[in-house]
């Protein structure tokens, strides 16, 4: 598990312990109430970090496609493998595209949505320039 997702669970169990202490430390005629409401809480928060991989998985097979549509339109009859970078410290939605015609150079792509895609970073191969590259694009991300 990582680090910043251990801390983050962490936190929230320290914050549901001290709510359900409150709730118990409260009069008898509320404590129904609010022992209730901390339940809720705690299953909202429970299915927020189940719930959250799978949700950032679609988003990143679907904006992957988006991708894939973006530079079959400009970049018409060649090939490419797509990949991102896994890791919480890490952005799901800048991913990695390595053309085939061009071994050792990766172009990493934001994409916002099927409209709003651009290359924000490139790495060249030991040596090269990034204005060398075949598919070295100059517009940079807003």
Same mark, same amino acid.
């Given at each position: 598990?990582?680090p910043i997702t251990l801390? $983050?669970?962490?936190?929230?169990?320290?914050?549901i312990m001290i709510l359900?202490?409150?709730?118990?430390?409260?009069?008898?005629?509320?404590?129904?109430?609010?022992?209730?409401?901390?339940?809720?809480?705690?299953?909202?928060?429970?299915?927020?970090?189940?719930?959250?991989?799978?949700?950032?998985?679609?988003q990143v097979s679907n904006?992957?496609?988006?991708?894939?549509?973006?530079?079959?339109?400009?970049?018409?009859?060649? $090939?490419?493998?797509?990949?991102?970078?896994?890791?919480?410290?890490?952005?799901?939605?800048?991913?990695?595209?390595?053309?085939?015609?061009?071994?050792?150079?990766?172009?990493?792509?934001?994409?916002?949505?099927?409209?709003?895609?651009?290359?924000?970073?490139?790495?060249?191969?030991?040596?090269?320039?990034?204005?060398?590259?075949?598919?070295?694009?100059?517009?940079?991300?807003?």
């Amino acid at each position: 598990m990582h680090p910043i997702t251990l801390l $983050e669970i962490s936190m929230c169990a320290a914050c549901i312990m001290i709510l359900f202490a409150i709730t118990f430390l409260l009069p008898k005629k509320s404590r129904k109430l609010s022992f209730i409401t901390a339940s809720s809480i705690t299953l909202i928060v429970l299915s927020f970090f189940v719930i959250r991989p799978y949700w950032i998985d679609y988003q990143v097979s679907n904006k992957t496609e988006q991708l894939d549509h973006f530079l079959e339109k400009r970049y018409p009859d060649q $090939e490419w493998e797509i990949g991102h970078q896994t890791g919480r410290q890490y952005n799901p939605y800048h991913l990695k595209v390595e053309f085939e015609n061009e071994k050792g150079w990766i172009y990493t792509y934001s994409v916002v949505d099927e409209k709003n895609i651009c290359q924000n970073a490139w790495t060249p191969p030991e040596g090269s320039l990034p204005k060398e590259g075949k598919h070295f694009e100059r517009n940079q991300c807003e």
